[in-house]
């Protein structure tokens, strides 16, 4: 079923751009990203400074010294926290300094900003309130595919010079996979843009399920799974406010029931974690987690190869479309096909929560 919404995508578009959702969890980081040096990162327009302790425990402060502002992530770790690089004030994970070298009286001010963080499933989420300090309303999300046994995964991190939500956008309309992707992931364009869309979901969620049943395997599936020929496609998105889900992959054609979420074949579930940097730039942390066929044990490799030259081919695009916004204007209208469904619910969903912040 094609769903068309009614909400033009051009006045979500201009409002939903000044500010952001708060009272949210993001990803900060990968795990793997914070080794024994301290890393800054503008996560919505917040100077952060992340850290990772000797035993193990992850730190986020503002990245701005009390004393005379030196960035704290030009500062080192230590046993305790993350001491200054200038003269050397070390601060608690927790944002109060600790230690002032040579002098014994700590003032109650000498402290800086801390954030909530949650390290779950190889991701760093952040908490960011509404009101300072304010404790965090509900767990950080789970994402189990990255220690399932039936899995291995691997991924990065994408600076964009676009606003989060055109990556939303892209990734909530796979229609674009055959004209963007033809070298890698795309086979037919118009199988892609004709497919069967189901577009759903509750509350501040969207899910869309597309298949596209009897079509060729594009390269970046032949190259990591022994497909016999044609093939029968599946692909679920799943939108949280900040993560998308999505779950593709193919089985021979007619080989099982396409839409049984039991079915074998090839099973790419992507991780999609898209966290504003400023109103104009964005992070981009995704990973791929592939199974994996006995005749192809080691496909992993290769199936990384294959996306991260297709999520390069998005880049281009969203980054060359931004640009080309901001030459011609925000107010150049646009028109909404079929295929945005997906991508103005979730402008809805951001729009409606980012207000409930103001
Ligand atoms: S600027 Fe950090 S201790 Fe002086
Ligand atoms: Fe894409």
Redesign the pocket.
């Known amino acids: 079923m094609n769903t068309v919404t009614q909400v033009p995508l051009s006045e979500l578009a201009s409002s939903a751009r000044s500010a952001f959702v708060l009272d949210q969890w993001y990803v900060a980081a990968f795990a793997w990203e914070l080794q024994d040096k301290p890393m800054a990162r503008t996560l919505l327009n917040q100077s952060v400074v992340l850290f990772r302790t000797p035993d193990g425990a992850v730190g986020a402060l503002e990245d701005r010294c009390c004393h005379r502002s030196l960035p704290l992530s030009c500062g080192t770790v230590e046993g305790g926290g993350l001491r200054c690089g200038y003269h050397g004030m070390l601060y608690a994970p927790g944002g109060s300094c600790i230690e002032i070298p040579g002098q014994e009286r700590i003032p109650a001010k000498a402290r800086v900003k801390s954030y909530v963080v949650a390290e779950k499933n190889h991701i760093v989420w952040i908490w960011m309130p509404k009101e300072e300090g304010a404790a965090p309303s509900k767990p950080a999300p789970d994402y189990a595919w990255h220690d399932d046994a039936r899995y291995r995964f691997g991924g990065g991190v994408y600076h964009y010079d676009a606003p989060y939500q055109l990556i939303h956008d892209?990734?909530l309309d796979?229609s674009?996979?055959g004209y963007?992707?033809q070298k890698t992931i795309g086979g037919n364009p118009r199988v892609h843009m004709t497919a069967g869309m189901e577009v759903g979901g509750e509350g501040d969620t969207v899910r869309i399920v597309r298949l596209l049943p009897d079509t060729l395997p594009p390269p970046a599936y032949t190259a990591v799974w022994p497909f016999k020929g044609g093939i029968d496609r599946w692909q679920e998105i799943e939108f949280e406010p900040n993560h998308i889900r999505i779950w593709a992959g193919a089985t021979d054609k007619d080989s099982e029931p396409l839409d049984d979420p039991q079915r074998g074949g090839l099973h790419l579930r992507g991780f999609h974690g898209l966290t504003p940097e400023t109103e104009t730039t964005s992070h981009y942390f995704w990973t791929m987690s592939a199974n994996s066929h006995p005749e192809m044990p080691d496909n992993l490799d290769k199936v990384l190869q294959q996306i991260r030259s297709?999520?390069d081919?998005?880049r281009v695009v969203i980054e060359a479309q931004y640009a080309n916004m901001r030459r011609f204007g925000e107010a150049a209208s646009w028109v909404d096909i079929h295929v945005d469904a997906g991508g103005i619910r979730a402008r809805r969903i951001i729009e409606r929560l980012r207000k409930q912040g103001e």
């Open positions: 892209n990734l796979l674009h996979v963007v992707h297709t999520f081919e998005d």
